[in-house]
């Protein structure tokens, strides 16, 4: 995935994939490298690829996508039906299907659980409502059955809601990814599943498109090793667009309604409101867009963002906060809000607390508040058990904690601090790792703060130990002011004179618990397919060793999964069939759902959030 290319949407690539011969699908992900490192020039609504001296592939934007396959053109003599241009479509971003509008931005910047920040429901276009084709389907369906009661005939069968054939599609599809795994899902797998998504938009199935699509912008950072890539977090992609789709047919009433998720998130009038910064963070996604969220508070604790994201990258994530905030007339960046106060009129206010920047909003600066007075200091006055069990109910998964910095540890992902909580050891993290954000460099210089006190703002990440990202904290040598680690950079003049960091402990593999040897068979399912689960020959062991520990049901599931991988008919002929991908994708799925049930728990048991677990086995090394 090129972030230089403008954002595609589903149904764009879709339609030219599927128009190619096979012969030029067998050559379209090597067209799609190919054109990926060729050099980009933007000239206002227009992209041009140069494919070589003599050829160029011209992409036109309606607003700040490609909308339509024609708005792909390609120089070179066998165009229309070339590579070219379905190589131009797959190496882009995967857009939505239409811009959002400024009261209603497509993204807020809310983080996930493994920090990466990610869209709300994927906006729909608003020219063809999916209701009026559902019902006018209906409509004709039963039109059509009473004249057949009039002449006699037979009823037909009753046919299966379109809703549910939608959901059947994007289930085959994404099965499909998981049986290749992001090493062999290319460019004719991604396209097939963000045909599905259309689908499934055009049904009404708002929920599983935005999940759909969010799996196919997965892959692709995958296999274009985009450093923002995390595998937990395709494989939770993974597994939502399957189990979305898996419950679709079946559910009704709410659940349904649920299930099927919104065009785009509503938003409600809260009149007015007086906000108090607490801290900026910057959001660079592996979906392609970029930019920044600041968190604010009202005097009752209720949390609210401000958001700017937008196409782009590492460049818009760092420039964003210095930009001016999109509420009311205020000239507030998001920087300076961060730190200050902001009085809203007219306000409206969406279910994560995103506001809205609608015409009727009026909003000016106000005074802040520092982390140690009122309104802001009964953040940290709440338990932390009540706060993590909070995060992991509702989602909202921000933790202001006070800690005392102890040291540093190496783990295979990287450095991270060692900290006391009230007695509770605790693990503080990264929340990005890519070089142009200075968390990392911000965390290294805060392990020469080893013996101090701090509030800090961090973001649960669901384990067996304790464990957080960091985003923001007072700074080391004056309470009064703050330091947003993903956008301000710590000099050594900030820390207490004397101080040296301190080594980094390295951890080792026994530390983990034994859930992690099916955690582990479900991720390199979702890296390497079917076929690893086939060469592998510890699958056995693994389970036998997850029941002698206490954990029957994860050594069922693990061999349950191993045995699913490895099944394959014959015909009567003694021909081998193809993989069954439906029962396939069915038993990675139940390890999948299980071992984040298990690790949520586990989580909540380790931070003090819950009783000794209940309902779910547990177990320890």
């Known amino acids: 995935m090129s972030p230089d290319l403008p954002p595609v949407v589903p149904s764009v690539t879709a ?57 792909i053109r390609c120089g070179c003599l066998l165009a229309p039906g070339c590579l070219h241009r ?33 869209a709300d429901d994927a906006p729909v276009a608003d020219d063809a409502p999916p209701a009026a084709d559902t019902a006018q389907a209906a409509d004709d369906t039963c039109q059509a059955t009473v004249g057949q009661r009039a002449r006699g005939a037979e009823e037909p069968a009753e046919q299966p809601r ?31 599943l963000l045909r599905a998504a259309h689908t499934a938009r055009l049904a009404g199935l708002h929920r599983a498109f935005a999940a759909a699509v969010s799996v196919v912008t997965e892959v692709r950072a995958a296999r274009s090793a985009d450093p923002g890539h995390r595998l937990a977090g395709l494989s939770r992609a993974l ?44 959001v660079l996604t592996a979906t392609g867009y970029a930019g920044a969220v600041t968190w604010t508070t009202d005097a009752d604790g209720r949390l609210y963002t401000v958001s700017d994201v937008a196409p782009g990258g590492p460049a818009r994530a760092t420039g964003a906060a210095d930009r001016a905030v999109r509420i009311g007339d205020t000239t507030l960046t998001h920087r300076e809000l961060s730190r200050a106060g902001l009085a809203v009129s007219g306000a409206t206010v969406s ?25 802001l200091d009964r953040l940290w006055a709440q338990p932390v058990a009540e706060q993590v069990a909070r995060a ?73 130990l304790p464990r957080a990202l960091l985003l923001a904290t007072e700074h080391p040598t004056d309470a009064a002011a703050r330091v947003d680690l993903g956008l301000d950079r710590l000099q050594h003049a900030d820390l207490p004179s004397g101080a040296v960091p301190s080594p980094a402990l390295t951890v080792s593999a026994g530390d983990e618990a ?101 309902g779910i086995e547990a177990g320890s090394s």
Request: aromatic share 4%; glycine share 10%; hydrophobic share 45%.
């Open 15 to 71: 339609e030219l994939v599927g128009a190619l011969s096979p012969r030029l699908r067998k050559r379209l992900d090597g067209g799609v490298a190919k054109l990926a490192a060729r050099p980009v020039v933007r000239e206002g609504d227009t992209v041009r690829i140069a494919v070589d001296d003599e050829t160029d592939v011209t992409l036109h934007l309606t607003g700040t996508a490609v909308t339509s396959a024609d708005a």
């Open 162 to 192: 379109p809703e549910a054939v939608a959901a059947r599609a994007v289930y085959d599809a994404a099965a499909a990814v998981l049986d290749a795994g992001t090493d062999g899902a290319g460019a004719v797998l991604q396209a097939e």
């Open 86 to 118: 379905a190589a131009a479509a797959s190496a882009a971003p995967v857009a939505e299907d239409m811009p959002v509008a400024d009261d209603m931005p497509g993204t807020d910047g809310t983080p996930g659980t493994d920090g990466t920040p990610v």
């Open 392 to 464: 992991l109910d509702a989602g909202r998964d921000l933790l202001f904690l006070e800690v005392t910095l102890t040291g540093a540890v190496r783990e295979a992902t990287g450095d991270c601090l060692l900290a006391d909580c009230a007695g509770l050891p605790l693990r503080l993290a990264t929340a990005h790792d890519d070089p142009a954000l200075p968390y990392r460099d911000n965390l290294r210089l805060l392990a020469a703060a080893g013996g101090r006190r701090l509030r800090i703002v961090a973001r649960l990440v669901p384990g067996q």
């Open 239 to 282: 597994a939502d667009v399957l189990t979305v789709a898996h419950r679709l047919p079946h559910a009704t009433g709410t659940d349904l309604a649920g299930l099927r998720g919104t065009a785009r998130q509503p938003y409600r009038p809260d009149g007015s409101l007086r906000l108090y910064g607490l801290f900026s963070e910057p």
């Open 351 to 375: 279910p994560t607390g995103r506001l809205g920047a609608g015409a009727a909003v009026r909003a000016v600066r106000a005074s802040g508040a520092a982390w140690h007075a009122e309104p």
């Open 514 to 614: 034994p859930l992690h040897l099916l955690r582990r068979r479900v991720h390199q399912t979702v890296s390497g397919g079917r076929r690893v689960l086939t060469a592998a020959r510890a699958g056995t062991a693994d389970g036998t060793r997850l029941r002698r520990l206490g954990l029957g049901t994860a050594g069922d599931l693990l061999d349950h999964l191993h045995a699913a991988a490895a099944h394959r008919s014959r015909d009567a002929f003694g021909r081998l069939l193809p993989a069954d991908t439906d029962d396939f994708a069915r038993a990675w799925l139940a390890a999948a759902v299980y071992t984040d049930a298990v690790e949520r728990a586990l989580c909540a048991h380790a931070w003090g959030a819950a009783a000794p677990l209940a």
